[in-house]
């Protein structure tokens, strides 16, 4: 009887389990070669999501030449990241760290921090924003030339600072509830600059 309680109890757990992994995509092993060569200058551009009274965000990338609205280069595809500043911090607070993941070979989404970084939904809706961006990106060159088919729109992460790091934090585990999880693929890194978990409850 023991057994029989045992091998119910895994199965319990196992189709627990079942809807989590089913809604996420299985991972493609398609993955460009780290950068090794010298750095890529960094490009830049910003944009609204949506409207005009949409957010804002600012795409960092490697590219052809330095300074705003250049070429992407064409060493492609990279993988991206979206960063979440910290309440109380501009786009502009993060140049410096931005400008060294493009030399290396990554697309950085900046994005100011969130009303409410322990909203998931909230996190979510807008990484699924960025997300429909970057594959219309990838397709027409909407904001930038020299994207198309030129971003790894399966690859990418989320990360932030402060409270950002936070939302980041909250929302990775959860892709798998988004409205988009079972056509795209979730993010595969997460890292967080001073996560500020001062907000967040205990349970």
Request: proline residues 4%; hydrophobic residues 40%; negative net charge.
């Amino acid at each position: 009887m023991r057994n029989i309680g045992t091998v119910l109890s895994f199965s319990l757990v196992l189709l627990l389990l079942a809807p989590s992994a089913m809604g996420v995509l299985e991972e493609t092993t398609a993955f460009e070669e780290s950068h090794e060569g010298v750095d890529f200058p960094v490009g830049w551009t910003e944009f609204n999501l949506g409207g005009f009274f949409s957010p804002e965000v600012r795409m960092v990338y490697p590219a052809m030449f330095e300074g705003e609205d250049k070429d992407m280069a064409g060493n492609g595809p990279f993988s991206w990241m979206v960063f979440v500043g910290d309440s109380g911090e501009s786009i502009d607070s993060y140049t410096l760290l931005t400008e060294e993941f493009a030399k290396r070979g990554f697309i950085v989404i900046v994005t100011q921090a969130f009303s409410d970084e322990t909203d998931v939904e909230a996190t979510l809706e807008r990484l699924t924003d960025i997300h429909d961006t970057m594959r219309q990106q990838n397709q027409t060159n909407l904001h930038i030339m020299g994207t198309a088919e030129n971003i790894d729109v399966d690859h990418w992460g989320i990360s932030g600072h402060g409270k950002g790091a936070t939302a980041a934090y909250l929302a990775y585990p959860f892709w798998n509830q988004s409205s988009e999880a079972s056509t795209r693929h979730p993010p595969r890194a997460l890292f967080g600059l001073g996560l500020d978990m001062e907000d967040v409850e205990d349970d």
